[in-house]
């Protein structure tokens, strides 16, 4: 993946081409046919994923299971994501107790995406400390942009519940 690719993505941002550059040996490139799943809810957590091109759906299962017998696949989708806005997902799982992945991601066209390692990631940021901060400074600025959507749905569920329940 070519660096003045990567640069477009927010995880990279106000990195030198040459800083960018480290990146490039450990970037695999994955390929997700139409309707082919990436990402599975509760799966381990290891890489996290810039989607090149093509469009992705993110969806939760909507119940929590109670019990070994009962189970109910149904999910709800949280948000469809396309590549010409340079999104990155499974970044959730980098910092989460146990490494879990939150969500899971569908593709709905044929889809290229670029994959980090989890490791990988770690072992350049440690190595170049610079190149570190910067980079988990852009993924802090991630995850709180996430969590601050989050509340705000969060607060719209709760008020259309109490609406409902007042009626």
Known sequence: MEAIELKDFSIFENLSPEELGTFSSVIKSVKVPAGGKLISEGDVGDSIYLLRSGQVEINQALTISMNKSDSDNREKAILKLSSDIRPLFGEMSLFHEGDRRTANVKALTDCTLAQIMKNDLFEICEAHP???????????????????????????????????LER
């Not at 969590?147 to 609406?163: D, M, P, Y």
Request: charged letters at 10%; proline letters at 0%.
């Open 130 to 164: 610079k190149i570190g901060y910067q980079v988990m400074k852009n993924l802090g600025g991630t995850l709180s942009g996430n969590l601050v959507k989050a509340n705000q749905n969060v607060l719209k569920l709760t008020t259309a519940f109490s609406l409902i």
